[in-house]
């Protein structure tokens, strides 16, 4: 008899042994797969947040650029409007022989440029500051030109419906003109973001 089998004899194997090794190494493959699922999800579920977040920072950037556009489009509108008040409304009070107030138009362009001023700057900041200070600056933008609408525009058509014979005057009809687009390119701006604001009873009829 061989020692192998001698040892076979004395050392015998319990009954049913090697059907629970064969338990054990299911039981450690079951456990080996669970564990490559939970990584599996893990993975997953860091893929998920990646483009959670990178959706996230895509709207705020698509926001941001949205935001810095409607800056620009109010900064161009502030300098037409000064640039409107100097370069048309001026020549219109010579041309029709009426007095124009220096004084009056210089203090409303002043407030205006600083309006721009303000704008410039925010196009540098982000979140609810620059919300907030723009909509102040739309306000304050519209009152300036409810002002001028008031105290220059309106005084100079006023006297210009009594003369008699109507004066011939080119700057006349281009500050009506571009006045009125003006505030149809403001009431649009207004109507687009924060807050909607009737500029169209400053047109000029």
Same mark, same amino acid.
């Given at each position: 008899?061989?020692?192998q089998d001698?040892? =076979?004899?004395q050392?015998?194997?319990? $009954?049913?042994?090697?059907?629970? %090794?064969a ?5 450690? @493959? ?8 939970? !990584? ?10 990646? =483009? ?5 920072e &895509?709207?705020d950037?698509?926001? @941001?650029?949205?935001e ?7 900064? %161009?509108?502030?300098?037409k409007?000064?640039?409107?008040? &100097?370069?048309y ?9 009426? !007095? ?12 205006i %440029? ?14 609810? %500051?620059?919300? $907030?200070?723009?909509?102040?600056c739309?306000?304050n ?24 014979? !109507? ?8 500050f009506?003109?571009?006045?009125n687009?003006?505030?149809?390119e403001l009431q ?11 500029? !169209? =009873?400053?047109?000029?009829?």
């Amino acid at each position: 008899m061989s020692e192998q089998d001698t040892e =076979a004899k004395q050392n015998p194997e319990p $009954e049913g042994s090697s059907d629970k %090794t064969a338990d054990e190494e299911k039981e450690v @493959d079951h456990l080996s797969d669970l564990s490559e699922l939970e !990584k599996i999800k893990l993975e997953l579920q860091k893929e998920k947040e990646k =483009a959670a977040k990178e959706l996230v920072e &895509g709207e705020d950037e698509e926001e @941001d650029l949205r935001e810095v556009d409607y800056l620009q489009k109010l900064i %161009t509108l502030s300098v037409k409007f000064d640039h409107h008040v &100097g370069m048309y409304l001026m020549p219109a009070y010579i041309d029709c022989g009426l !007095k124009y107030d220096h004084k009056l138009a210089e203090s409303y362009t002043v407030q205006i %440029t600083t309006i721009q001023s303000f704008l410039r700057l925010l196009e540098k900041v982000d979140g609810v %500051t620059r919300e $907030e200070v723009t909509k102040q600056c739309v306000l304050n933008l519209r009152n300036i030109i409810q002002l001028i609408f008031k105290n220059m525009v309106k005084p100079l058509y006023k006297e210009v419906g009594l003369m008699k014979k !109507k004066p011939k005057s080119e700057s006349l009809g281009n500050f009506k003109q571009n006045w009125n687009e003006r505030l149809d390119e403001l009431q649009k701006t207004c109507d687009f973001e924060y807050q909607i604001l009737d500029v !169209k =009873a400053f047109l000029i009829k």
